[in-house]
């Protein structure tokens, strides 16, 4: 068990595509716990295994605030089954030092994936929670795609990162969101989170 370094944005390997995991083994399970030592010891809500250098199928999330029990999630070889409601998102992610942004999600979403001892379960969570959020963010990583990528102002999140030393937003990777983006309703709130 290690909290290791999270590799920040601009690094290649959080573009790469990971791969599935065929047999949860010592290595897979060691690497588990790594990203639960390094979220926990980051105050992240959620991280994947690419940010920690591994290009494997697998995050972990927990989004308990303070004192609240512990929640944790693995999600292993994770597949999103249905997203819906189009959604304003106010977010960061650990690999983006304190660089938060406005980005869509959906308030809906259906993931199925295996818990750590390789059992299959299915996950559905509505109404826009922080949870619904991070399980989107999470899994995006696991193909190479970042939160920056669904930025609803390309020029605001650019100097954003900017300020923070990072570098700007990739338009080769910026997505086409226009459907979405008509159908949010920006008279919510918003939240801070770092995943
Ligand atoms: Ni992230």
Do not use: W
């Amino acid at each position: 068990m290690s909290i290791l370094n999270v590799i920040k944005y601009g690094d290649p390997v959080l573009r790469q595509k990971s791969k599935e995991i065929s047999k949860i083994n010592k290595k897979v399970i060691e690497l588990v716990n790594n990203l639960y030592d390094t979220m926990y010891a980051k105050n992240g809500v959620g991280l994947a295994a690419p940010q920690i250098g591994v290009n494997l199928r697998v995050f972990v999330i927990d989004t308990a605030f303070g004192n609240e029990k512990p929640r944790p999630i693995t999600f292993i070889n994770p597949k999103i089954l249905k997203l819906e409601h189009p959604m304003n998102s106010f977010e960061g992610c650990l690999s983006f030092p304190d660089a938060y942004t406005n980005v869509r999600r959906y308030k809906y979403v259906k993931v199925k994936a295996l818990n750590i001892k390789g059992r299959p379960f299915i996950l559905e969570e509505d109404g826009g929670t922080l949870l619904a959020k991070a399980i989107q963010h999470e899994y995006d990583h696991l193909d190479g795609k970042l939160f920056v990528d669904h930025c609803r102002n390309r020029f605001d999140t650019d100097a954003i990162l900017t300020e923070k030393g990072l570098p700007p937003v990739d338009s080769n990777y910026l997505l086409d969101e226009n459907e979405m983006e008509a159908l949010i309703d920006d008279t919510e709130t918003e939240e801070e989170q770092q995943q």
